[in-house]
């Protein structure tokens, strides 16, 4: 267990699995090429979703792959020491993922066709999702309060730094003809449609039962049965028993955890630092 950060270029990161070399080389000089799909979000914005989303529209439906391989070898953690290993000796399209913000990703990004989807989410459920997965693990320091969290992710102090630098920065790609912008609210009032989106963005035609599967295996309640996606599997050194990626799963969670004092006061910081934003964008209240 640590009770600090690894900090690159003044960002926070995970200190298990993290360091500072790999990420440097990440930054500078890693290729992403033409071909790869990249996933890109602040964490605990439903990023595995996605990814099992991806990898079931990958296989057409099917489950193999999804229930063989753990969920962070089929789509590595482009700068997380092992992920990085991976994507190294790697050939062909790849899925990779990343939650690095737009001024530390590869620059070899912004000048190729690769796809890009940016999935978002309501960062006070961000917070709240962040706060238990923090507790729960043990990739870096713990919290010893949701009031302590509280005030670390507004100060930018949780792993990546601030939610909203990430989001204005991955925000101006958003008009590119490569980017999909994507939130987790959408995807649990709409998954099929938000599904459809997804494949026809990366060009993948899938018929009415191969979406079906799609739809239905990457269900909160089937994903979290699923060891290879839910991360359980993890050793025992990086998270406690109770921890899976699949908490809860429910938008607005934020509502049971805030106190009134608190999201009046996460208001105010939202408005002061997504000044100029259209609201539209953003489909959370
Ligand atoms: P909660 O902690 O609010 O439940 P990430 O993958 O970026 O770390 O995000 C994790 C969040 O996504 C968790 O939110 C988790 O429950 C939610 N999640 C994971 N798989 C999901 C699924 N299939 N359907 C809905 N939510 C899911």
Redesign the pocket.
């Known amino acids: 267990m640590t009770d600090d950060y690894l900090w690159f270029e003044g960002l926070p990161f995970h200190v298990l699995g993290f360091s500072s070399k790999v990420i440097k080389e990440v930054c500078t000089k890693f290729v992403i090429k033409d071909e790869d799909t990249v996933l890109v ?12 989303i991806l990898c079931l529209i990958h296989s057409k439906g099917n489950t193999m792959w999804i229930q063989s391989v753990p969920i962070w070898e089929r789509v590595p953690w482009l700068e997380s020491d092992e992920g990085y290993e991976l994507l190294k000796e790697r050939e062909g399209p790849q899925f990779l993922a990343s939650h690095l913000p737009f001024h530390l990703f590869p620059k070899s990004l912004f000048t190729s066709k690769a796809k890009v989807i940016y ?1 978002m ?1 309501n960062p006070k ?1 961000v917070l ?2 962040g706060y ?2 923090q507790t729960l693990t043990n990739f870096s320091k713990k919290p010893e309060s949701l009031k302590q969290y509280f005030k670390w992710f507004l100060q930018g102090h949780v792993p990546y730094g601030s939610w909203f630098e990430h989001i204005r920065g991955w925000m101006s790609m958003r008009d590119r003809e490569n980017v999909l912008l994507l939130s ?1 609210e959408k ?2 009032k709409d998954p099929r449609s938000t599904i459809e989106k997804i494949c026809q963005f990366l060009g993948k035609k899938l018929n009415p039962e191969e979406l079906d599967s799609v739809l239905n295996n ?3 309640q ?3 049965q699923n060891k290879m996606s839910n991360l359980e599997i993890l050793p025992e050194t990086l998270i406690s028993k109770e921890f899976k ?6 938008c607005g ?1 934020w509502k049971n955890h805030f106190t009134v004092a608190q999201a009046e006061a996460f208001d105010k910081v939202y408005q002061e630092k997504m000044v100029g934003f259209p609201k539209e964008l953003f489909p959370w209240e």
Request: proline share 3%; net charge positive.
């Open positions: 979000s602040f964490p605990k914005s439903g990023s595995h979703w996605l990814i099992e999935i989410r459920d709240v999702s238990y997965h987790y995807l649990q990457s269900s909160f089937v994903m979290k990626i699949t908490r809860k799963g429910i969670d």
